[in-house]
């Protein structure tokens, strides 16, 4: 048997605990869960967990860009491997509160919508479709959102999370997978010291962060350049701000190749000889949903 790691995340409840517990389904694990995405990160910086579980991207929203930020501004913490999760949103509250005299649910005496900003995001077309009246309100996950709902009976408070949630705090789904799309998946990365070698994934992927000189035109085509003349793949490239100058930014480059190789070590050499800082986030395996569905039996 594995030793048994530990793990920081998001609430209980959480997407992120969802996915963390299909990633590591079959592994010891002691889940130490946070509020916020700072101290998912803190506890891995400080030592008191192995390893964090950052949601990075989504098919709806795109960059997280505060947990992308402080994966590249506050902390140095190496990706030891990322996998995807579909993001199954729900309404979520009390359906004995809002039932009218022929028990059917009336969201008319809905006052409040709660959840986390990116899933909030992803039921636009529900919220406007359904319930247009309802304020909303952010807070920092999914999950605390449903506790918010469960300690505030009769307030007319709805959540948007999973289903786990509900059941945890003896909520009603009140409408099951409201995201607008069907197809919304969530990409984690798992961050940490010290490598991830429990699953293996023949995919590979590389990410880097690359700064420009700031006195050469054309600097960002050169480094396309390099990776183009190669045949190598880049799977995403982002351009998001240093924080250091107004206009001045970095790009967030992910490339489907490993470092383990000949081609990927050389492009980055080409583009550091113009002048370019090149910083590599991590080297890791890359998994599907499906091969993990697979893997878990």
């Known amino acids: 048997m594995s030793a048994t790691k530990s793990v920081a995340l998001l609430p209980a409840g959480s997407v992120s605990d969802e996915a963390a517990r299909q990633f590591f389904a ?13 101290d998912v990160f803190l506890s891995t910086v400080k030592g008191e967990s192995g390893y964090s579980i950052i949601p990075i991207e989504n098919t709806i929203e795109g960059s997280v860009s505060l947990h992308m930020d402080w994966m590249v501004h506050e902390v140095d913490l190496p990706i030891q491997a990322e996998w995807v999760y579909p993001s199954i949103q729900n309404l979520i509250g009390r359906r004995s509160e809002l ?3 022929h028990g059917v649910v009336d969201y008319s005496r809905v006052k409040k919508v709660i959840s986390h900003p990116v899933a909030m995001a992803q039921c636009l077309q529900f919220l406007r479709s359904e319930i247009p009246h309802a304020e909303t309100e952010h807070v920092g996950s999914t999950s605390e959102a449903v506790r918010i709902v469960r300690d505030n009976p009769g307030a007319g408070w709805l959540a948007i999370g999973t289903s786990r949630a509900a059941a945890n705090n003896e909520l009603d789904i009140l409408q099951a997978s409201i995201t607008d799309h069907s197809n919304n998946y969530t990409r984690f990365l798992l961050v940490g010291e010290q490598p991830y070698t429990v699953r293996h994934s023949d995919f590979k992927k590389t990410s880097i962060l690359v700064n420009l000189p700031d006195d050469y035109p054309g600097a960002l085509h050169q480094v396309l350049s390099a990776f183009a003349w190669r045949r190598i793949n880049l799977s995403r490239i982002e351009s998001r701000p240093t924080k250091k100058k107004l206009g001045n930014s970095y790009f967030y480059i992910d490339i489907e190749m490993s470092l383990d190789t000949v081609l990927l070590p050389a ?25 993990l569905q697979q893997s878990n039996g």
């Open 26 to 38: 079959g592994e010891e694990v002691s889940w130490k869960h946070h509020r916020l995405i700072a």
């Open 267 to 291: 492009a980055i050499s080409e583009i550091e000889a113009i002048g370019c800082q090149v910083r590599v986030l991590g080297c890791y395996p890359s998994f599907t949903y499906e091969q």
């Open 99 to 101: 039932k009218d005299e």
